[in-house]
């Protein structure tokens, strides 16, 4: 964005310029977008899958959990 300003200062004559800039900003905020959304969606997945082996009472090895473990697998804190 301090390119941007700079641009500014030169008035009318840079309108092309900043344009130019603002589209590539545009380009890396949908990138950006992109990376997020790919990480929101892996986080979700993970999520999903320990609430499956919560539900199963089931370890990460698919082997079952003992009552205690069980009762630990759904605390938050």
């Not at 949908?30 to 089931?58: C, M, P």
């Amino acid at each position: 964005m301090k390119d941007f300003v700079a641009l500014l200062a030169e008035g009318a004559a840079s309108h092309g310029r900043r344009i130019a800039l603002l589209e590539e900003t545009r380009v890396m905020l949908a990138e950006r977008r992109r990376a997020l959304d790919a990480a929101e969606a892996a986080l979700e997945g993970k999520i999903d899958h320990y609430r499956e082996l919560i539900a199963a009472g089931l370890d990460c090895d698919g082997a079952p959990v003992s009552e205690e473990v069980r009762q630990r697998q759904t605390a938050r804190s």
